[in-house]
């Protein structure tokens, strides 16, 4: 027995006749009549009434065609769920960040994705940038994205855009008519410091060691959602990265005047495992990504 015997069942049920049901998928009606006898000998029962003039099923046949509808309509469903795994458009797509790149990096990046591959899963873990290294060797993960480049030599990595740290302040401070702000300008203004020893928190605070101040910290805040908010009520002023700031620049609720100094930023990268077979779904991913950056940094 195979499908196609199946498929043959179940067409003449539809027909009621064998001419039609040949006509119809294109075969003899020897053919026909030879796989209506090869699924009665598999099992040995008869499917149809040949006492009758007409094509009629019996129980055991009507039986077989219910059950052989279900079978090949599941066939046809597991061949569209490969196919289409095979061109990358199903399957689970396992990434990780770190809580910055998950806020504002990755959901423009998964929504355009899933625009074109909308039966695709996304998993998303969120974890320290130091961790993800490791959890790119040890776990699951098709992609992490990094503000570093991992030494390991089983990861590979692909640089997506440099993220610098601006200087952030609400559209009626001064600072926001200056062409220019200078570390001593921004150390005599009450400042905004986000409360974990974040690794953009380090950099700045070595920063300010570099131009021999310190900033007047006026509050220390959890998240970078609240400096904002906090900033633009005019509490004070801070230093974010750029990343964090866009929605607020474009609608103009936040300016970012330049700053004297060398820009302070990083690098953000996406990285994987070498060793890892990357799946059509994966590399569809990773070609989207590349694409949308080269275009962004062109």
Not at 192 to 201: C, E, M, T
Request: proline share 6%.
């Amino acid at each position: 027995m195979n499908l196609s015997d199946l498929e043959i069942l179940v067409c003449l049920a539809e027909e009621g006749s064998f001419s039609r049901a040949a006509a119809k998928l294109n075969r003899s009606q020897p053919a026909v009549s030879q796989a209506i006898r090869r699924l009665e000998e598999t099992f040995e029962l008869q499917l149809l009434d040949r006492t009758s003039r007409r094509t009629v099923l019996t129980g055991a046949g009507a039986a077989l065609v219910s059950y052989a509808g279900r079978i090949l309509h599941l066939w046809d469903g597991a061949v569209r769920t490969l196919a289409e795994r095979r061109n990358g458009k199903r399957g689970v797509l396992r990434l990780a960040a770190n809580g910055l790149l998950c806020d504002y990096l990755l959901p423009p990046l998964i929504e355009a994705f899933r625009a074109d591959h909308p039966h695709a899963k996304i998993e998303l873990a969120q974890c320290p940038a130091s961790g993800i290294p490791s959890a790119l060797l040890d776990q699951d993960l098709d992609f992490g994205f990094l503000s570093f480049a991992p030494t390991h030599r089983d990861l590979e990595t692909q640089p997506l855009f440099r993220d610098d740290l601006v200087l952030a302040v609400p559209p009626r401070h001064p600072f926001a008519r200056f062409a220019q702000v200078s570390f001593q300008q921004i150390a005599g203004e009450p400042f905004l410091a986000h409360s974990a020893a974040s690794p953009s928190r380090k950099r700045l605070d070595y920063q300010f060691g570099q131009e021999g101040v310190a900033p007047r910290i006026a509050m220390e805040l959890p998240s970078l959602e609240s400096i904002k908010r906090f900033v633009a009520a005019g509490a004070g002023i801070a230093i974010l990265p750029r990343l964090c700031l866009e929605r607020e620049l474009q609608e103009g609720t936040l300016v970012a005047p330049r700053m004297k100094s060398q820009p302070i930023g990083r690098e953000i990268r996406v990285a994987w495992r070498r060793t890892r077979g990357a799946s059509p779904l994966a590399g569809a991913f990773l070609d989207q990504t590349a694409r949308r950056f080269k275009c962004r940094a062109a």
